[in-house]
């Protein structure tokens, strides 16, 4: 077993590193307090080669793996959980069932532009009374001369503010089985596609919106590899997006971590530093044991994809024991701060907002509590 990053991956980390703190980190807290994305970073991301991180160079991409691409994500929310919301989204959602499945056209139309950060996409799948359960979706396309009338609502849509398109998902018939399921490639904007931009609490730099869909018309080459029934790869997706997310969040865990370390070494009570306290040491070893222990629980994840071998049940372990991870540990960050805690001079507040998204979004901790237990054969 060789638990070392590759030379090339320490480089990628490095790489990362650097970029967030000269150019994303400045940007932190105006954008947050703005609630507003700056979209001139998608042209940097794709100048660093940051948005094809895990796609093969042979189609543009910058030739890592899954653990490459999990090393970008945990150093990008260290800094700023909403940049990397943005970015993942963006290189990962909107774009690998495109890569994975979709016609020579697509690729090239909407594949290879946004990896160059001259395209931004957003993934439509949640909906207002269904969330993100497939089998509960209500968007419904009908077939039309050309191609397609899509009509229904989504929810908590990343990036569609601004994005240039998205890959929608929609009703192609009216059975509830895998194959009544497809994704569709909408250009945006479309007067059919209204994009009310939504107030968050956490992760406010990454803009997100609610889309009325009215009589939308999709031509029949903006059919997702223009095939009907792109269900498994929807699921494919959001298995390995959970593995991706966890790494998200041992990024703000990390980030929570730092931040609390050095108010520890710096604040004095009593004559002393509390860091000097043994309450304070031990909840910051606390807190850097479980985030070892989820990182390496992250990448043993990231490993699984590269080798074909992750299981559904694996994925949710994965995401469940790092955000949970996460609001924990960004909760004792905040503790440790005390007043200074709730004050948005410091980040510690911050980062336990947007650890809070995780346990809710890309699937509840409950509902991996349930992926697992299916996997127990209770």
């Known amino acids: 077993m060789d638990f070392s990053f590759t030379p090339q991956q320490e480089m990628l980390r490095d790489t990362v590193r650097r970029f967030c703190q000269t150019e994303i980190a400045p940007l932190v807290r105006e954008c947050d307090d703005a609630e507003h994305f700056p979209k001139h970073i998608f042209r940097k991301w794709g100048e660093l ?51 994975k499945i979709g016609t020579a056209r697509q690729k090239e139309k909407y594949f290879a532009p946004t990896l160059r950060g001259e395209k931004v996409s957003a993934f439509g799948l949640s909906e207002p009374d269904g969330g993100s359960n497939i089998r509960a979706l209500t968007t419904k396309a009908t077939r039309c001369d050309g191609g397609w009338r899509i009509s229904g609502a989504k929810t908590y849509i990343t990036n569609s503010p601004f994005a240039d398109f998205m890959l929608l998902a929609a009703r192609t018939a009216p059975e509830l089985k895998p194959e009544s399921v497809s994704l569709f490639i909408v250009d945006l904007p479309d007067p059919a596609v209204g994009i009310h931009k939504l107030d968050k609490e956490g992760i406010r730099a990454s803009e997100t919106g609610l889309l009325h869909i009215d009589n939308l018309f999709v031509p029949e080459q903006n059919l997702l590899a223009e095939r009907l029934g792109t269900y498994p790869v929807i699921l494919e997706s959001l298995s390995e997006n959970r593995v991706g997310v966890a790494a998200n969040c041992v990024g703000m865990a990390q980030g929570a971590l730092d931040a609390a370390v050095a108010y520890a070494r710096d604040r004095k009570v009593g004559g002393k530093r509390i860091g000097e306290y043994q309450a304070i040491a031990h909840k910051l070893a606390d807190m850097a044991a479980d985030i070892e222990a989820a990182r390496w629980l992250v990448y043993y994840g990231a490993w699984r994809i590269d080798q074909n071998t992750l299981d559904a049940a694996t994925a949710a372990k994965v995401k469940l024991v790092a955000s949970e991870t996460a609001v924990r540990v960004t909760e004792q960050a905040i503790r440790i701060h005390g007043g200074a805690g709730i004050m948005r001079d410091y980040p510690v507040g911050r980062f336990h907002r947007d650890a809070l998204v995780y346990v809710i979004g890309e699937g509840t901790s409950e509902i991996q509590r349930n992926i697992i237990a299916r996997s127990l054969a209770l």
């Open 49 to 99: 080669g940051l948005i094809g991180v895990r796609y093969p160079e042979a189609d543009g991409g910058s030739g890592f793996d899954k653990v490459g691409e999990c090393l970008v994500r945990e150093e990008m929310s260290r800094v700023s959980q909403a940049f990397s919301s943005t970015w993942s989204v963006n290189a990962h959602m909107g774009i690998w069932p495109i890569w």
